[in-house]
């Protein structure tokens, strides 16, 4: 070989290394490309129906909301809670009720006439009871309260969980109008307004008068007290509040003090509906019953109750051939206590009484 050419060759093969190793690094890097992108294409891929299946996911329903404010989807005949993880995260409160089980932690069939007890279970169990404390909320207000005593919405009462009856902070009802959407609706508003327009008489001395919401829970768990409902307590006047329990033989007692001795608040919640009109202390508002009975031509009165921990609670009396018979259900699966409800109910018929 020529030698210019030789030394040429010599000079030019550390360039013609460096450029082998590179094509053999793209060419590694190309065929990493294909291996990843064929493993990628052979992965089971989940079709829109298994992704509806996931935890947490909602693919049909409606949403209606619990006492406390969080959410919860209706599908079908159950409800599922998509606000509190925790409770739910086991699923044993997520599931369709059978047509034929009771999901009540405790349930109670009496006549509140008598007082004679049909069906029961775990009567004495106390538990949550979620917004059933609002009929003592309306007994201690109707005590203590004229009906045309004003109640105000304040910026303060505003701060419960929000509820359909729209009522809002500046605006002024009547005890008598208020007490609609306390009971209908199941304002959590309408019952801190309720509580924080209290005036009472002080303990330390009989002259001295205050204004204290404490006062009013004071009341409310002494009146039950009064009344024969010893293991009843009362932390807030809407039933927020996972402290507001009582047991279903309780809830009892508290039916026949209502059917006995305050029909007036019976009768409002057997209203379907109540309009009240724009007026210069407030606006135009529909409030309706939320109570699954309210339209059956049996229904006396009752009042229904929804929290994470109370789950779903509901007081229903219905007139059954001539007698007044309570229907009492506590820590009812979501989205079961109508269907509770219609086996006591059932289950009370089969008794041929």
């Keep these: 070989m020529d030698p210019l050419n030789q030394n040429q060759l010599n000079k030019n093969r550390p360039i013609l290394f460096i450029v082998f190793i590179s094509v053999l690094a793209l060419l590694g890097i190309v065929a990493g490309v294909n291996l990843i992108y064929s493993s990628v294409q052979e992965l089971p891929q989940q079709s829109s129906s298994q992704l509806s299946q996931q935890p947490n996911q909602v693919t049909s329903g409606h949403v209606i909301a619990n006492d406390d404010g969080s959410k919860m989807v209706v599908q079908d005949s159950f409800v599922k809670n998509t606000s509190n993880l925790n409770y739910d995260s086991n699923s044993s409160n997520i599931q369709t009720p059978k047509p034929d089980a009771l999901t009540a932690a405790a349930y109670l069939v009496g006549n509140v006439k008598t007082g004679k007890i049909y069906l029961s279970s775990d009567i004495d169990k106390v538990l949550p009871v979620a917004s059933m404390s609002k009929l003592m909320t309306a007994i201690v207000a109707t005590n203590k309260f004229t009906s ?33 959407p306390l009971l209908l609706n199941s304002s959590n508003i309408a019952a801190e307004a309720i509580a924080s327009t209290y005036v009472g008489t002080s303990t330390s001395t009989s002259t001295s008068i205050f204004t204290s919401r404490l006062a009013f829970l004071s009341d409310m768990s002494s009146t ?20 507001n329990q009582a047991s279903a033989n309780d809830i009892f007692v508290l ?8 029909p007036d608040i019976l009768a409002i919640t057997r209203v379907a509906h109540y309009s009240v009109a724009t007026t210069t202390d407030h606006g135009a508002h529909s409030f309706d019953s939320i109570h699954p009975f309210v339209n059956d031509s049996r229904f006396i009165g009752g009042k229904t109750g929804r929290t994470t921990s109370a789950g779903e609670t509901m007081l229903t009396m219905l007139n059954i051939s001539g007698q007044p018979i309570a229907f009492i259900v506590l820590h009812s ?15 009370y018929l089969e008794l041929g009484i």
């Design 148 to 180: 045309t005593t004003t109640i105000e919405i304040t910026p303060a009462d505003m701060s419960v969980a929000t509820d359909t009856s729209l009522i809002g902070a500046g605006e002024k009802f009547s005890l008598k109008e208020i007490l609609y």
């Design 224 to 243: 039950a007290w009064e009344i024969g409902m010893p293991t009843t307590y009362f932390a807030d006047p809407s039933g927020l509040d996972e402290h």
């Design 255 to 262: 039916a026949q003090y209502l059917y006995s001795s305050r």
């Design 333 to 347: 699966d979501f989205g079961a206590r109508a269907l509770d409800t219609n086996l006591l109910i059932k289950k």
